[in-house]
């Protein structure tokens, strides 16, 4: 039994559980503080570990500030994918994404502060994952309304235009509510989305 300033751990504390409570600590304070604000020493410190361990799991900060990015952004588009997966209709097929969106980036508000706002002013090499990830959710939104108008569902619209257009709106919601108060700001804004026309385009 080891204790770390009142924090027990029972056993032997695996490589695994180490390399977790790393991502932890740097999840809150990447959240807190951005990345230029949060210092190798802060996430030693919140982790309860050394800096050995924090350079045997990691080579540098930026490192694991991408393992976050990446792992969040491919978490959110495998869940996107499963609530798609079962509905029948172009429209209940945006509508799950839109919910499973909403709903994951509410549960996981650290995660989204870090993804949304948490890289500002890092550069290109933050910007090109930020673009794949909107890629990939886009590419899957554009397949939909591609279906949509095929089937007479839909007017015929620019596909791919709309469903940036979507992501947009959906990524300004978020920021808005990251440095909100408003418990209930995502839940009116997806009802708000799923009447706006040039979002969710009206039927023929």
């Not at 429209?91 to 500002?120: D, M, P, Q, Y």
């Not at 089937?151 to 979507?166: E, F, K, M, N």
């Amino acid at each position: 039994m080891v204790e770390f300033d009142n924090r027990i751990v029972l056993g032997v504390d695996s490589k695994e559980n180490t390399r977790q409570r790393i991502l932890n600590a740097a999840t809150e304070n990447f959240s807190e503080k951005g990345y230029h604000g949060a210092a190798v020493d802060d996430l030693i410190k919140s982790s309860y570990t050394s800096k050995g361990s924090f350079y045997f799991h990691f080579s540098s900060k930026q490192e694991i500030f991408f393992s976050l990015v990446d792992k969040f952004i491919a978490s959110l588009s495998n869940s996107t994918e499963e609530s798609i997966r079962n509905e029948k209709g172009a429209f209940a097929k945006i509508n799950a994404a839109l919910e499973t969106v909403f709903k994951t980036l509410s549960r996981h508000r650290s995660s989204a502060k870090i993804l949304l706002v948490g890289g500002v002013g890092f550069g290109k090499a933050f910007d090109e994952r930020l673009l794949s990830g909107h890629a990939k959710l886009a590419l899957l939104i554009k397949g939909y309304l591609d279906e949509a108008v095929a089937s007479g569902a839909i007017r015929l619209i620019d596909t791919a235009t709309t469903a940036y257009a979507w992501l947009g709106a959906i990524k300004e919601v978020i920021i808005q509510w990251l440095y909100s108060d408003q418990a209930d700001l995502l839940d009116q804004a997806l009802d708000s989305l799923r009447a706006y026309p040039s979002i969710i385009p009206s039927i023929k």
